[in-house]
Structure formats: C-alpha cells, structure tokens
C-alpha cells in the first residue's frame, strides 16, 4: 500500500485519488511517518455482485468435483503429508 504524508495529500489529492482508484489500492496516509488513516477506493456494487456470481460459478465447478466424503481440512492436511 502506498503511504503519502498529510502534506502530499493536500498538495496533490486529485492525483493521489485517481492513482488509487486505477490501481484499485488503497494509500496510507502518514503524519510524521505514523499511519493515521487510509484512503480506499468504493468498490462498484455491480462489480461486487458479479465478482460474488463468478466465486459462486467457481465454487459449484469445485464442488461437483470434490471426492465424496472428504472434508477440505483433511484434504490439505494429507497434502501436507504427502510433500
């Protein structure tokens, strides 16, 4: 996450906030280097339903190939154990 100071913000806050919105990250606001607030880009609701339809798409696609009877939690612990 990028950090500005609170002068920089206020010297180029259009900038600053346009960086952050194309990048899709938030910026750490810094006062004296300490972090004192973050500045995060609103995610689009239409984009969050749709990202939350493909997770859901992805899901289904998983479990339709899941082995019957095995638990995610036993299956990464046997992987483990395999390595």
């Known amino acids: ?7 920089e913000l206020k010297e180029h806050a ?3 906030i346009r960086d952050a919105l194309a ?15 973050r500045l995060v880009p609103v995610e689009d609701p239409t984009e969050r339903r749709e ?3 493909r997770m859901d798409e992805i899901a289904e696609a998983i479990s339709r190939r899941w082995p019957e009877g095995v638990s995610a939690t036993d299956a ?8």
């Open 1 to 7: 996450m990028r950090e500005v100071g609170i002068r």
């Open 14 to 16: 259009s900038e600053i």
């Open 23 to 37: 990048s899709r990250e938030g910026v750490a606001i810094t006062r004296r280097g300490k972090i004192v607030a």
């Open 51 to 53: 990202r939350a339809r």
């Open 76 to 83: 990464v612990s046997q992987d483990r154990r395999d390595l």
